[in-house]
């Protein structure tokens, strides 16, 4: 279910000069906060808090998730480029998980790292902060990957309706409305972020074991469904 041709197509392209601008844009603007914030009030729990979570996991992750997302696999769709990766004799669930591979490994690197990086910055890991937002980050950039990979293929706006879902759903409802934070990617990866820091560091409205099922579970039908439109992707002169 890997192919390393269709791989390297997919890290060219979300690595572009463009995109890769605005990958590293969004990490590096976490790692200035956490240096500026550090140097002027020093380490502290509740600002370290305050930044991981609330521009960390709820806006750089999903904005990062929107990119990587959708750059592998929607502009090839758009300009219709497509047609000459499903032409060869690879298999279309091949091909989605590949994609899928890629976007995880590249959402991964440029947002759990530096997420790591300002955890460390901000307050030393006191409470395993710094680890819980880690891995909050990393397993949120999986299903993130794999939600915006799905709408990299059935819609030619998936950056204009990854982007509404980003910075309206996850960062605004997502945080501030009781009822929209069980439906949140944000509050589900911030379950194994409580299990993992020190008690009363960082809560979720969501409990562990359905944060697990839910995650696990957008993120399986997200992969599934992708496979399934490309599935219908036909190529001239198929009938």
Request: charged share 10%; proline share 3%; no cysteine.
């Given at each position: ?150 709408l990299g293929t059935i819609t030619r706006h998936a950056v204009v309706v990854g982007l509404v879902y980003a910075l309206v759903w ?70």
């Amino acid at each position: 279910m890997y192919n390393a041709t269709v791989a390297r197509l997919t890290y060219r392209a979300l690595l572009g000069r463009r995109r890769a601008l605005i990958l590293f844009a969004l990490p590096a603007l976490l790692l200035l906060i956490s240096i500026a914030v550090r140097a002027l009030t020093g380490a502290d729990d509740a600002t370290a808090n305050a930044i991981l979570g609330g521009f960390g996991l709820a806006t750089m992750v999903p904005l990062i998730g929107v990119i990587a997302g959708t750059g592998a696999i929607g502009p090839e769709i758009d300009d219709g480029s497509i047609v000459y990766l499903l032409a060869k004799p690879v298999k279309r669930p091949t091909i989605i998980m590949t994609k899928l591979i890629v976007a995880v490994g590249v959402t991964v690197v440029f947002s759990a790292v530096p997420t790591l990086l300002a955890g460390l910055l901000l307050n030393g890991n006191s409470q395993q902060m710094a680890v819980a937002y880690t891995v909050a980050a990393a397993v949120a950039s999986i299903a993130y990957s794999a939600v915006f990979l799905l709408l990299g293929t059935i819609t030619r706006h998936a950056v204009v309706v990854g982007l509404v879902y980003a910075l309206v759903w996850e960062t605004l409802f997502g945080s501030l409305v009781p009822g929209a934070r069980t439906l949140s990617v944000q509050q589900w990866s911030l379950a194994l972020a409580q299990k993992i820091a020190g008690e009363g560091a960082i809560t979720s409205d969501v409990g562990l074991p359905l944060a697990v099922v839910l995650l696990a579970g957008v993120t399986v039908a997200a992969t599934w469904f992708a496979g399934q439109k490309l599935r219908t992707l036909t190529l001239a002169g198929d009938e």
